[in-house]
């Protein structure tokens, strides 16, 4: 009798940001309208290789002073970057009046 090892299923995973900063004239004004976003960007969680079953959710969570605070998403988009390569993206995108730095959290199945 002979045992064979399995090796558990991967995925292999890409974290990253995109950021563009807008002119005054295009950027909103906060809530209270007393300063305006002009930080424009994107997180996002990219699934490089693997199932991207194995992933149950990701959670952006974000500054204090956003509403809501964090942001769940259950579903990635399947996407082409432009040098061709096909990801599974779980993804927010927010304009903010200020820098920081967010958490993601990743959580899997099973």
Known sequence: MSAVAIAPPS?????GNTYQRLPDS??????????????????FVDITEGNSE???????????????????KTTPVNIVLPDGT?????KTRQQSTVTF????????RG
């Open 54 to 72: 194995l992933i149950k959710s990701v959670e952006f969570k974000l500054h204090p002073s956003f509403k809501p605070r964090s942001y769940l």
């Open 101 to 108: 730095t967010p958490t993601i959290r990743i959580t899997g």
């Open 26 to 43: 295009e950027a909103r004004l906060n809530r209270d309208g007393t300063h305006r976003k002009v930080h424009d960007w994107v997180l």
């Open 11 to 15: 995925v292999y995973l890409v974290v």
């Open 86 to 90: 096909r990801v599974s993206r779980f």
